[in-house]
């Protein structure tokens, strides 16, 4: 289990750094109820991790057992991991020519606005939906391939994708702690945190994004030739 966890550290570190989800975190915190709801959020964002990751690992090691073909497995798990390279690739030049191209400063999504007045049930459903974006859905789908292949049990499997959410939701988990321990200073540091993460977002998705890229594409690279 330590070493299916190790083998997927760049992918953790790549899902846990992701600058609108916290920048719609502050916002929930600052709201009214804000450390309440931030829970909501947080379970959301953990539970959008967890349950696709799972569910296509658990899909994937059936499959390898069935077929009974770890050779191909290996193949495709490589290829995979090249077609998720090339996609990070992708987002990542986009995300960089949309910050070359902005003229004006960033404003803050639409959705974010909605969360000062969200109920407790759509901030949970928030934190979910924008846990799945274009960075994040190749991530996960290049981690489940990984603990597919890996010789876990169910339960092992368990375990292990629940310390691959841990992981990538600790930037989401340290504010709301950071808010029940202190929030009067916590509320000034998120007032100058929020509008540097709209205003960043898209250049820090650009270098994350390229860096996981890069990752992947060298490993398939490597394993294919």
Known sequence: MIQAIRDTLPIIAAVMISPIPVAGLIVVLTSKRGPIKSVAYGMGFFVALW????????????????????????TWSTLIHAGMGI???VVALLAFRNHLRRASPATEPRWMKTLDSASMLMVFALGGVITLNPKNVPLLISAAVDYAQASLSTVQLAIVVTAFAAGGSLLIFLPIAL?????????RLFAKLRPWLVAHNAIVLAVI???????MLGRAFTALF
């Open 87 to 89: 996609i990070l690739l």
């Open 51 to 74: 349950l696709p990751t799972f569910l296509l690992a658990w899909t994937g090691k059936k499959t390898i057992a069935i077929s009974g073909t770890s050779g191909a497995s290996s």
């Open 179 to 187: 808010v029940h321990l202190a929030r009067k200073s916590s509320d």
């Open 209 to 215: 994004c390229f860096i996981a890229a890069a990752a």
